[in-house]
């Protein structure tokens, strides 16, 4: 068999090499031995033979040698000469829903000028269609999502708006359904929600914390920051209403860990200091950061050297993440943990996300998508809850989605983790959703690599700590 480099990215971390590899997202710690095959290979494709007889000759015994080339093989650092076809993991024809995101309102109570729902960006068509969805809609959601779900021993329940406080009697009546529906059907349903954290009050969060409701808080950091777009339809700043509310719910919800997400935009990217004031001043158990979602010529864009600005903040918290996991600490940000996650776990992804596959959102028309931000858009729609999802419309969406349909992402290392990055970012960017999002691919690619870093580090410093993750998949 004619041997040849297969395609991967070799990092260094903690004293140890490792290769992460294209093909299948699998890293692999290389020893001196495997480093001499990989080398002696990329100066010219051989035999398996004389690669045996190579490493032999450097003092290797037959069987030490034999191994490291079959281990190289077999993880994929090494192929038969012209490869073989690579397979990303394939969804099964029927791929049970996971989770479904009820938008129980596209009406909010903040004018957040960068809002992806009803900004200059938006994707939505609300026209025509009810502004808060009725009880029948939303006992016609779970219906749907038992249907769909069934074969899991578990499910989970997104609520979403707007704001999604705004029509909170409806999800309390979802979930009183929901949970009798699941005790019939065996499948436990677990719920979450996003709120903007204006309208909570005592019996609220005191609902939540008895439920076990995971929340996600949105907000952009201190007063200063936060009040910059998150804003009253009048322009007053929303950060004096919600700061006594999102105390009260770090202080009462104590049934699960409370999360806040943060939109950074032009002017909003001093990173570090916004997670200090939310994990450390405020007491969130994690934060995680998204960069707005917007076409390049609105205001509040991020241009590129703000970007790079984020990445070397991310890179500073990242390092702290690592210096707390050597020490059996968790850190919070929460941009690491999923990335380290899906590390961890080897995923090569076939789509870049759950969209239109495991997950799917519901409007108050009863509208489904293929998540929450192509929530009641007319072009984007899969089908509507009272007949099911569009099959043929599905199919044609995930195949669009697809790492294999998008050519510029064949030749990237770190395609296993973003496939192309998401549908929605790609479709305001460049009206496609089958777009590979080629605006951030330095981004992902130096994201990546510093994620791959601090796992090597802690994998080979603290590896007892990977276990989070374990646990992780197992909720
Ligand atoms: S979008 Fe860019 S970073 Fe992502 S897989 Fe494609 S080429 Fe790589
Ligand atoms: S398409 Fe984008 S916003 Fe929707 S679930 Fe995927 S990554 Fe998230």
């Known amino acids: 068999m004619q041997l040849e480099l297969s395609e991967f990215h070799s990092f260094e971390a903690g004293g140890q090499e490792f290769l992460y590899l294209a093909p299948s997202g699998g890293i692999f710690a290389v020893d001196a031995l495997a480093k ?3 080398s002696s290979v990329s100066e010219r494709p051989q035999g398996a033979h004389e690669l045996l007889d190579g490493l032999m000759a450097t003092g290797a015994t037959r069987e030490t040698a034999r191994e490291t080339i079959e281990e190289l093989v077999s993880a994929r650092a090494l192929k038969p000469a012209g490869g073989w076809k690579e397979s990303v993991e394939e969804p099964p024809a029927h791929f049970p829903l996971q989770t479904l995101v009820i938008n129980l309102t596209n009406q909010c109570n ?37 249907g769909e779900a ?23 009546q979802v979930v009183d359904y929901a949970n009798v529906r699941g005790a019939e059907e065996k499948i436990s349903i677990d719920y979450s929600l996003t709120t903007n954290a204006t309208l909570l009050r005592p019996e609220i969060i005191e609902y939540l914390s008895a439920n076990a409701i995971g929340v996600t808080v949105s907000m952009d950091g201190p007063k200063e920051m936060n009040d910059q777009l998150r804003v009253f339809a009048n322009g007053k700043g929303s950060y004096d209403v919600i700061i006594p509310k999102v105390k009260e719910l770090l202080a009462q919800h104590k049934t699960r860990p409370i999360a806040a997400r943060v939109t950074l935009t032009k002017g909003v990217t001093d990173v570090v200091r916004i997670f200090r004031h939310l994990k450390e001043e405020l007491g969130f158990h994690e934060v995680g950061f998204a960069p707005v979602t917007t076409s390049p010529n609105r205001l509040y864009a991020i241009e590129e050297k703000g970007l790079d600005d984020v990445l070397s903040q991310f890179e500073q918290l990242a390092y702290e993440y690592r210096d707390y996991a050597l020490q059996n600490k968790l850190h919070g940000f929460s941009n690491v943990s999923d990335t380290l996650s899906e590390l961890h776990h080897g995923v090569s992804k076939s789509h870049p996300c759950g969209a239109g596959l495991g997950l799917m959102g519901v409007g108050p028309s009863g509208d489904i998508s293929p998540c929450h931000r192509f929530v009641d858009s007319d072009t984007h729609k899969l089908g509507h809850i009272s007949t099911g999802v569009d099959k043929e419309k599905q199919k044609e969406f995930l195949a669009h989605g697809h790492i294999g349909a998008k050519y510029d992402c064949q030749s990237c290392w770190a395609r296993p983790v973003c496939a192309g990055g998401c549908y929605h970012e790609a479709f305001v960017r ?36 990977l276990q989070n993750f374990e646990n992780r998949k197992a909720q």
Not at 120 to 133: H, N, Q, S
């Open 110 to 146: 903040l004018s957040c000028q960068y809002c992806y729902e009803f900004g200059e960006d938006k994707v939505a068509t609300p026209e025509g269609k009810p502004k808060f969805m009725d009880w029948e809609t939303a006992k016609q959601s779970v219906d749907f999502l038992f």
């Open 430 to 465: 460049y009206g496609d959703t089958g777009h590979a999002n080629l605006h951030y691919c330095d981004w992902i690619r130096g994201w990546t690599d510093l994620c791959l870093k601090i796992y090597g580090e802690i994998a080979t410093h603290n590896p007892g700590f």
């Open 150 to 172: 069934a074969g899991r021993r578990s499910a989970h329940i997104t609520f979403f708006g707007g704001e999604t406080l705004m029509n909170f009697p409806l999800l309390k």
């Open 36 to 38: 001499k095959a990989l």
